[in-house]
Each structure stands twice: as C-alpha cells, then as structure tokens.
C-alpha cells in the first residue's frame, strides 16, 4: 500500500507550494539518494507484492534504466564516494516512474476486492408479478 500524500493538498494552494518547494528541494539533497544518482522510486522497497507488480509492468527501457541507477549507486556506495556533480539526479528529473503503477494497481486490488465480496441474491418469485 503506498503512504498518504499530503501533495494534492498541497498542490491546490500556490502560497502552499511556493513556501514548501525550498524545503521539499533540501529534503531531497539532504537525503543523499540524488548524488548516487537514484530517483526517489528507486528507494521503495520490493518486498512488498504490489512493488514486485508494478516493477514487471514496467517498460522495458524504463527497467533498464533503474537497474542501471541502482548498480551504479550499489557500485559507488561500496567505494564510498559519490557521483561527479553533473551526474547527480537533477531535482526536476526526479520525477516518479514507479507511483503512479502502484496505486493503478492498489486501485485494482480495491475492486478485485469489492468483486469477491460482492453478494448476489436472488430475487424472491412474487405470486403477483
């Protein structure tokens, strides 16, 4: 199950996002993954069943390209160094690949629920009708 978002929130007030985007920016440096070149999709984990889904619905090219970034950044972890400074993720190339998959699926495991508990009853025959 993918976590709340406060982004559509969010994302109805300018002001909001105006004063938020700085931070959200930092918070992304902060956190390191840019400068091994990963985007914030590459970070979820894939022991969960709807990821492992979402990571075979993937296009082929896209795969490709996460498996690269995620070797490359495996590669230069174990060196303790990071990526030269034009190759890190810029903030604007960090945009989510894998997200949107996911909900596309927990919204289909929501239905496949609702289907399976779904109760058919039949009508009882009225004499009258």
Known sequence: MSAPSLAPYVFKRPWLQR??????NWYGNAAGYRQLGLKAD????????TVLLALKRLPANEAYDRVFRLRRA???SMQHNLLPKNEWTKPEDDTPYLSSIIKEIEREMAEREDLEAM???????NAGH
Not at 19 to 24: D, E, G, I, S, W
Not at 119 to 125: N, S
């Open 19 to 24: 004063f938020l985007t700085p931070l959200a």
């Open 74 to 76: 495996l590669q230069h």
């Open 42 to 49: 590459d970070l979820l984990p894939e022991e969960n069943d």
């Open 119 to 125: 109760v058919i009853l039949k009508r009882a025959k």
